[in-house]
């Protein structure tokens, strides 16, 4: 036993996270829209405490072709993340609520502001997922031909971050005090205006509300690429990463801790997990083995290419990746899958198969699943995981069900929320104002 606890944040995407996901039986045709579907999921994950929620968000539908289009359900048919977190804060207690917000296509004072109100609204359990965004049709939606470049959104984010940041200083913690009988509601002495000017933004402030519960909202990232990484260590209480394997995952957490060090700071790494889970191995392989069956080879081909950044168009599925593009995708993600390739001699018809399979997915017994995350665990590859579902809500139950169990056998995982704040359940202390006496 160790006791250290492990974290687990649940990757909610409610048509699911395989692409055939949502044509799995007993997932909701609107599941999408659907807030009753999305609730009763989310109480089983505080119910299983879970340190968290995450709802992913993009601000467009993907340049797919219509045959690739038309058979995706996530990013085509879905709420607004900020908006459910509001209601779900209604409807639990403890458990953290993540949300991811562009600082591409946002202005720092909304992203400020809303994730305040979340803040408050939950007791202190909100959390920002800080993306630059990805592609060509979001920037479309927001008056621009074609994405920021990888440098320059990046530029944009450090800045942004900076500015969300200074107006959540904005009061004083106490500099509200609502005196009736003195008629002051603040003490204007504890009251900062930002007056910020830089490359991106000119920001006046402060802040109309006063300081969030936990002094700031938690910040998650998912750096991968160089400027990524930077942005992660400088930032970010959490690190979302893509699945890889244990030496990879070793390499990549040590690089996170290691920069982040140099700011003084020690972000948790989650690497994502997917599974698929049954009392024994033949079951949960068959089970997968129904819903693979589903997704169209295209599918799998589109995703190949979206990560990949590069057009396969026309190319054989026995042929090599083309040559590495100088792309304006995720360059992190795209540097995996080819790495990926180089180091395994993959195709393109094997990377299409690799999607089609799980793309990494663990599939067989709690057990199974149980051994997979105490050894990233224990074996300084992560300080928990980032679970995402592949389709709803049957893997969901069944993690919560099955692997959460055997994770509190063998001590890894708590068994009840000690804390209120998703920084108490994080172990992650409540930052002092910028203004704050020394």
């Known amino acids: 036993m160790t006791t250290r606890q492990l974290h687990l944040n649940g990757f909610l995407k409610a048509a699911g996270e395989y692409h055939a996901g949502w044509r799995v039986p007993g997932n909701p045709p609107d599941a999408g829209v659907n807030f009753p579907f999305l609730a009763e999921q989310v109480r089983r994950l505080e119910a299983a405490t879970f340190d968290s929620v995450f709802l992913p968000d993009l601000l467009g539908v993907p340049d797919d072709p219509p045959a690739v289009t038309e058979r995706?359900?996530?990013?085509?048919?879905?709420?607004?993340?900020?908006?459910?977190?509001?209601?779900?804060?209604?409807?639990?207690?403890?458990?953290?609520?993540?949300?991811?917000?562009?600082?591409?296509?946002?202005?720092?004072?909304?992203?400020?502001?809303?994730?305040?109100?979340l803040d408050h609204l939950s007791k202190g359990r909100a959390g920002w997922n800080v993306v630059t965004s990805l592609n060509d049709a979001e920037a479309r939606n927001f008056g621009l031909s074609a994405h920021l470049g990888h440098a320059e959104r990046y530029r944009r984010a450090e800045e942004f971050f900076d500015v969300v940041a200074g107006l959540w200083d904005s009061f004083d913690d106490g500099a509200v005090r609502a005196d009736r009988v003195a008629g002051r509601f603040f003490d204007p002495a504890g009251l900062h205006r930002l007056d910020h000017h830089g490359e991106f933004f000119d920001v006046a402030g402060p802040l109309n509300i006063r300081r969030p519960p936990q002094g700031r909202p938690v910040i998650a990232q998912a750096g991968s690429s160089g400027p990524g990484r930077t942005l992660a260590a400088r930032i970010a209480d959490v690190v979302f990463t893509r699945a890889l394997?244990?030496?990879?995952?070793?390499?990549?957490?040590?690089?996170?801790?290691?920069?982040?060090?140099?700011?003084?700071?020690?972000?948790?790494?989650?690497?994502e997990l997917a599974t698929?889970?049954?009392?024994?191995?033949?079951?949960?392989?068959?089970?997968?083995?129904?819903?693979?069956?589903?997704?169209d080879p295209r599918v799998a081909l589109a995703d190949v290419q979206y990560w990949a950044g590069v057009d396969l168009t026309g190319l054989p599925l026995s042929a090599p990746l083309p040559p590495l593009a100088e792309g304006n995708r995720s360059t992190g993600a795209q540097a995996e899958i080819y790495a990926q390739a180089a180091r395994d001699n993959l195709t393109i018809g094997d990377l299409v198969q690799i999607v089609t399979d799980g793309d990494g997915a663990i599939i067989g017994t709690p057990a199974d699943v149980a051994d997979h995350i105490e050894e990233y665990f224990t074996q300084d590859a992560a300080d928990g995981f980032n679970v995402s579902f592949p389709w709803q809500p049957a893997t969901?139950?069944?993690?919560?069900?099955?692997?959460?169990?055997?994770?509190?056998?063998?001590?890894?995982?708590?068994?009840?929320?000690?804390?209120?704040?998703?920084?108490?359940?994080?172990?992650?202390?409540?930052?002092?104002?910028?203004?704050?006496?020394?």
Do not use: C, M
């Open 396 to 438: 969901l139950v069944d993690f919560t069900e099955l692997v959460v169990p055997e994770l509190r056998r063998r001590g890894l995982f708590r068994t009840e929320y000690t804390g209120a704040t998703l920084r108490d359940h994080l172990g992650l202390p409540r930052p002092p104002s910028r203004y704050a006496p020394d």
């Open 245 to 271: 394997p244990l030496a990879d995952a070793q390499a990549y957490y040590a690089s996170v801790k290691q920069q982040a060090s140099a700011f003084g700071r020690a972000p948790l790494v989650l690497p």
């Open 72 to 117: 995706v359900a996530w990013s085509n048919d879905t709420l607004e993340p900020t908006t459910v977190l509001a209601a779900l804060s209604t409807i639990t207690s403890r458990i953290g609520l993540v949300a991811t917000a562009s600082t591409s296509y946002n202005q720092p004072y909304t992203v400020a502001r809303v994730f305040a109100s």
């Open 276 to 295: 698929v889970v049954a009392p024994t191995r033949a079951e949960a392989e068959d089970r997968f083995a129904a819903v693979r069956d589903l997704l």
